[in-house]
């Protein structure tokens, strides 16, 4: 694999995002596992000390510059998924914004269903399928991922909402959203995209594909923290024509009116709750504003690269028939992880951790190496590769069958 | 005044908590709005950049320390609500904690409808009011800070739920949760609790009361920082009885097993839903100690002391016949917070903030003073009272009446 090793040498000198690499705290292991928790930022510790500053400071005056903290980072993630100021809100998790949006979308559609698949990240499964079951129907799942035929096949009057992941959680596979969208459309249905696989990942165009909803988590792609406020997107002409089912302060028109009737704000921000976080989401922002400098373009270009490179190198290693590559070899379906199929895949991800691999284990079978554009090199690629294939020479039995190793 | 002068210098001599006040970023300004966000501690720093430092090291990793932090934290506040390990989670926000027990306990419940009173505040009345509806009831209120005999005699088969500020945020009278309580069991109906003004400030005992389900916010009392994870208790014998509608996750009985299918804990976990900031959960966790350190019954001696002082001073200044003194005079119905209303309200708030005394405004002619018993003096408080003796002196027109000065 000299060449391959030639190559990644290569590659990364004439990588145009290469020195966003020491704008992270990183060190000498290989991490590809930031498509489950990205790197810190140098300077998200800086941003957090200016908040702290505030909050020493100004106490709670310090409210009259963060009261509108979700909308105004809400603007600044928009450009990253094609969406205008005024869609997009950051601030609670992924699964409450989910609960929120998909309610309000069964309550503004014909059909009681929702439809998805089996690949769907298991939380947005439950969150769909109780808020299906809430208002009278039932969510319909398709087998792991779908082609855009299938799930336009399966759409009919008794659904009313479609929701996938853009970037499957196991498999890495990217739908199309667009066709996706269009073939909902025409059967009245609404669709829900959860972005958090590909948000930072590869360009997203929400308005472009007139996508109703969409929800994400800033915590993978765009490095905003574990556990980072998530966000949601709902297109504007629909604002007003969705009730989401958490009525709290934030969403009020006039928030500090204090009247004991709700009047839902007619902005993006009628889908807001409570107080978020401040430091947690000064966080947020640094992360997103570093994607956003990179540019998702150049971003996309290096998250193919990466992913080929590792895709070949596991063509050409000795254990290539050991191996299956379950993510689509095809780089414009897929994101900026590979997914690969071993029967020993628990042990080897133990094993490759003690070699400063750092991959990620989904039960029962799958590994999971994620190529994070601004935090990974290509010589990070060949060199888990060449690991991967060392570690395969030792042979493994399969002993014990535990639900994981680590957290998505 | 100068005996007030004098007695507060000895008080504060006297004062067992004294040593805290420098434990807090605090500066020569009177700060009486820690009822709306309490002052940072000087360890949230330190607290911050050590999971800022695990992030950095242990990257997806650290997930193994994190995974449990909501149920962790929550032990850690357990005792300062009177509530058993295992029955308090910390995480989401108080209006979405609330949005999940209150939508359980209508589920679970016979009546449809939910009994709450006009100052109760105003993001609870709205997300109950919509849970109500959903249920086919109706949000049901009572005058404002209703007695504990209005609220039994309101309750009546159609109640499935009692719900109110075990403190007003406006008025600061504290309710007699243990009689509420019991008055909501023997009609039938379930109880849930908002703390968020009581939480830190006085003893509860949730258990004792047999209360069955509260929330509240660490923001305040607590000094977890500006919109600092809130939190969740439900007794334990109801944990299996109850189903929160947004199933996420972090609720599974087996997380990382990966099911599409929810099948929910049977321990707390059941009410959390997805991922919770990290980050801001260790700011809270830090609030939670000291005010755990200092000891919840030499708080609220310290805080009976502080109100009673202010009212005094208030009552003796020579504008004693222009301001009502609207928290009651017992202190056993009160909290830590004094409210009084003036006709010139805002104008005179914003006097005072001039004079760098830091009160909080409520519309339209409440202003409240909060003595958070860690941080305030009671130089604070007589430095305050003749403050605003002395601008009442100049005298106020009332000249407009937007809605706010300030954020809760």
């Known amino acids: 694999m000299q060449d391959l090793v030639d190559r990644a040498r290569a590659l990364d000198e004439g990588d145009p995002l290469a020195s966003f690499l ?3 705290a990183v060190d000498d292991r290989i991490y590809l596992d930031g498509n489950s928790l990205g790197r810190m930022p140098r300077t998200t510790a800086d941003r957090i000390s200016e908040v702290l500053g505030e ?3 100004d106490a709670v005056i310090g409210w009259e510059r963060w009261i509108d903290l979700g909308v105004e980072i809400g603007n600044e993630l928009a450009p990253l998924i094609g969406a205008s100021p005024g869609e997009v809100a950051v601030g609670d998790q992924t699964s409450v914004n989910l609960f929120k949006l998909a309610s309000a979308a069964l309550e503004a559609s014909d059909g009681p269903d929702i439809l998805s698949d089996e690949g769907n990240f298991p939380s947005d499964l439950h969150v769909l399928e109780h808020v299906a079951n809430r208002a009278g129907g039932d969510l319909i799942l ?6 855009s035929d299938a799930i336009a096949s399966a759409i009919n009057g008794s659904i009313g909402l479609a929701s996938f992941s853009h970037v499957s959680y196991r498999s890495g596979r990217l739908f199309d959203a667009e066709s996706v969208t269009a073939a909902a459309h025409r059967s009245g249905a609404m669709v829900l995209w959860d972005l958090s696989h590909s948000v930072g990942a590869l360009p997203i165009g929400l308005d472009a594909w007139t996508v109703d909803l969409a929800v994400g988590c800033t915590y993978k792609y765009l490095n905003g923290g574990p556990g980072s406020p998530a966000f949601l997107f709902v297109r504007e002409d629909l604002h007003t024509r969705l009730d989401q089912p958490i009525h709290g302060w934030f969403g009020h028109e006039d928030q500090f009116g204090f009247a004991t009737a709700f009047s839902p704000s007619p902005s993006i921000r009628r889908f807001l709750v409570g107080t978020p976080s401040v430091i947690a989401m000064a966080a947020t922002r640094e992360g997103i504003r570093l994607t956003a400098e990179a540019g998702i373009e150049a971003t996309r270009a290096k998250a193919v690269a990466l992913t080929s490179l590792f895709i070949e190198a596991i063509d050409r290693s000795g254990h290539a028939d050991d191996i299956e590559v379950v993510t689509p070899r095809d780089p414009t379906q897929r994101g ?13 991800s133990r094993a490759l951790r003690r070699r400063d691999v750092i991959p990620d284990f989904r039960s029962p079978d799958i590994i999971r190496f994620g190529f994070a554009p601004l935090t990974t090199t290509f010589r990070d690629v060949v060199g888990a590769a060449m690991i991967l294939d060392s570690t395969l020479d030792d042979g493994f039995e399969v002993t014990e069958r535990p639900s994981h190793l680590g957290v998505t």
Not at 142 to 147: G, I, K, Q, R, Y
Not at 336 to 348: D, G, K, M, Q, T
């Open 142 to 147: 398709l087998p792991e991922d779908p082609t």
């Open 336 to 348: 900026a992880h590979v997914a690969i199929r071993h029967p020993a895949a628990l042990e080897v």
């Open 55 to 57: 909050w020493a400071e």
């Open 22 to 24: 020491e704008r992270f």
